[in-house]
């Protein structure tokens, strides 16, 4: 019997045997007759039809009716829901083209059709509400990002730039919901009135204005548009029509599953002009994730950050990680049974922030210092950020004199003119301007 989860998996492209096509003769103009086909109920399922060209002498291209096309002579289609559907079948030649259409008529709904694990994720599947809605990760890093195409040695992760927590508020993304329906494959696009647009295709929509390096445009919702899963060899790929998208637009609607669960939807896609492979990751609406969920506010903290009593969360970048630990050197000038232990990443400017409760006030207090303890002498670089503006803020370095051994650095933020009442972000690159420079530990970071 055959194998139903990889024919939904499959939904349209499910096992096209193409007949080799004989050029027409030049100038010869393809009739109506030319365009016939024939159909039938599979042997295994009558939700599961097979059409057949009546001619294999020139390119065919179908439209199966239920919002899936296909080529080739002989291919199958799946209606897993009653219904009439309109199947159109179109024949190119060298002389033009011609097209003929039928009416399949489903008698039954078949819902084991429907019951597939990636079906079930995107929808709730056919014994839940036959629906769910998404939101993007916001509150979590690495939601939405952009790495090099083909693919680097990062893999499926957005290694030459990731978001942070709410990294791009206010631009138009964060409030959009995308909703799959398992009911004839219905998707809505539903943006609240705006969107986020790579910068290169602002022209496309009028009255669009920069924002946090690319744009914010007005744009309607999309609605009763249509989804639809694609398994190739390599790629599982998930689709919407017309011109919904999810995301910031770059030009494609077609995105690659990195990862799927009821719980997360993590998704790879193309660029308009090549080179770029963009990364965003989902969640139900509603659903509080890691990070803290779509649409929610990121936890904060305030200094000093001591790892003793009150342990942050950090966000990291670059491939970087950063948790608590035990002091694993606990002498000299810290003594402290926890401590912050960060691996640095593979790029130069690998790091992790946190997130500040009340923006920093350098009017009095200027200074910020740490204590670190690194594998090799270097730069140390300290950041303020603005967390609702990431394009302001104040970078300064420290130098890292001694290595394997704890040692106090700062800088004087005062000094260099930052505001205060701004930066509600902090962010630390120990091993500054080297890839993969080892494990580093920080505490007690203060301001003074």
């Not at 597939?116 to 939405?144: E, M, N, Y």
């Not at 990731?162 to 993304?173: E, I």
């Not at 035990?326 to 926890?338: F, V």
Request: aromatic letters at 12%; hydrophobic letters at 35%; a negative charge.
């Amino acid at each position: 019997m055959k194998n139903y989860t990889f024919l939904l998996l499959s939904i349209a492209l499910l096992s096209i045997t193409a007949c080799k096509k004989k050029n027409p003769q030049l100038g010869e103009v393809p009739t109506q007759a030319d365009a016939a086909f024939t159909y039938q109920p599979s042997a295994s399922n009558a939700n599961i039809i097979e059409f057949r060209a009546v001619s294999s002498d020139l390119q065919v291209v179908w439209d199966l009716g239920n919002g899936q096309t296909a080529s080739g002579t002989e291919v199958s289609g799946i209606y897993p829901n009653a219904g009439t559907y309109t199947v159109k079948l179109s024949v190119f030649g060298s002389g033009g083209s011609a097209s003929s259409t039928q009416d399949i008529i489903i008698d039954q709904t078949d819902p084991t059709l429907l019951d597939g694990p990636l079906f079930s994720a995107l929808t709730g599947g056919s014994t839940g509400p036959g629906f769910r809605t998404w939101v993007i990760d916001s509150i979590s890093s690495a939601h939405f990002g952009v790495g090099p195409d083909p693919t680097g040695a990062a893999g499926d992760f957005p290694e030459w730039w990731n978001a942070g927590p709410l990294a791009k508020a206010g631009v138009g993304m964060y409030d959009d919901k995308y909703t799959f329906y398992l009911n004839n494959f219905q998707y809505d696009m539903v943006n609240n009135g705006d969107v986020y647009v790579h910068n290169s295709l602002a022209g496309d929509f009028p009255g669009s204005y920069e924002n946090l390096s690319d744009y914010t445009a007005p744009y309607l919702d999309q609605l009763n548009e249509s989804w639809v899963v694609s398994e190739g060899v390599v790629d599982t790929i998930l689709s919407v029509s017309g011109t919904s998208f999810l995301g910031m637009w770059t030009g494609y609607n077609d995105y690659k599953i990195i990862q799927y669960s009821d719980t997360s939807l993590s998704l790879s896609y193309k660029h308009h002009a090549g080179g770029f492979t963009w990364y965003l990751r989902l969640i139900p609406e509603g659903f509080v994730s890691s990070g803290g969920g779509g649409g929610g506010t990121s936890p904060t903290f305030d200094l000093p950050i001591d790892c003793e009593l009150v342990q942050p969360s950090f966000v990291t970048f670059g491939n970087s990680t950063a948790i608590i630990v035990t002091n694993p050197d606990p002498t000299g000038i810290n003594t402290s049974a926890n401590v912050i232990e960060t691996v640095h990443g593979n790029e130069v400017w690998s790091g992790f922030y946190v997130d500040l409760t009340t923006p920093l006030d350098f009017s009095i207090n200027g200074v910020i210092a740490l204590k670190v303890w690194a594998p090799t002498t270097g730069d140390f670089r300290f950041k303020v950020e603005n967390s609702a503006n990431t394009n302001d803020f104040v970078e300064l370095d420290a130098t890292v004199t001694v290595a394997n051994t704890w040692q106090e650095i700062m800088v004087d933020f005062g000094a260099a003119g930052a505001a205060s009442g701004v930066y509600d972000r902090f962010v630390m690159f120990p091993g500054y301007g080297v890839p993969n420079a080892g494990t580093f530990y920080v505490d007690d970071v203060i301001q003074q």
